[in-house]
């Protein structure tokens, strides 16, 4: 398999949390944000994901007698982690109880659907590039979505009463999700302070090999 990914980028962090989770070898293949007006609007990139954005995990089979494989390429995050769960469901990062299952994709839904997308690289540059917005203001908005999520999402945590993972004391697809977005709240400095139960689950997680080896500092395109 090869991951498209940005060292930085949230929806990579997680897909590769799960990659490691789940013991599943892959190569990066780095895609530079930043660097030269960002990589991902490079024609070569735009042929893998049309819509410029990390990460995209190629699982195309190897050559078979010869023949070129059809190229098979997933984007979405989301979508690449649902495909994990289900071509490789050991170890499960979702309960068997169906219940269980919705509670762990409304705390996922929180930071995909509702903190992510509107905190999203493309999106602050938007804001400053269409409304003239500076660094001061680019941040206020930053941290006032954050921390309507991370309100919400404590709140759930504390009334399932979680300890060191958001659901019965093991790593599901929910932790997969929060640990890069609190991550990405304390690099813009964010007080985490109102937000006891998450700050427990993210200490708790990044000491697991499977999470410090996808974390930031440790992918290969991190000094690109």
Request: aromatic share 10%.
């Amino acid at each position: 398999m090869k991951l498209y990914s940005y060292f930085r980028s949230s929806a990579a962090y997680r897909v590769r949390i799960v990659l490691n989770l789940k013991h599943i070898n892959y190569d990066i293949v780095p895609v530079h944000l930043v660097r030269n007006g960002g990589e991902q609007n490079s024609a070569e990139y735009l042929d893998v994901n049309p819509q410029g954005l990390v990460p995209s995990l190629d699982i195309t089979a190897p050559n078979i007698n010869g023949l070129e494989p059809k190229p098979q390429i997933i984007t979405q995050s989301a979508a690449i982690i649902e495909y994990l769960e289900e071509a490789f469901p050991q170890p499960p990062l979702l309960p068997i109880n169906l219940i269980e299952r919705a509670y762990i994709r409304t705390l996922t839904q929180i930071i995909a659907c509702d903190m992510h997308p509107v905190n999203n690289l493309r999106v602050l540059h938007y804001l400053e590039e269409r409304f003239d917005c500076n660094e001061a203001e680019k941040i206020t908005w930053y941290h006032h979505w954050l921390a309507k999520g991370f309100a919400a999402f404590e709140m759930l945590l504390l009334k399932n009463e979680s300890t060191h993972y958001c659901c019965n004391g093991q790593v599901t697809m929910a932790d997969v999700y929060l640990i890069p977005q609190v991550y990405n709240a304390l690099r813009f400095n964010l007080d985490m302070t109102p937000y006891p139960i998450t700050n427990r689950i993210y200490q708790h997680c990044i000491q697991q090999s499977a999470f410090v080896e996808a974390a930031p500092e440790q992918q290969p395109d991190i000094g690109l």
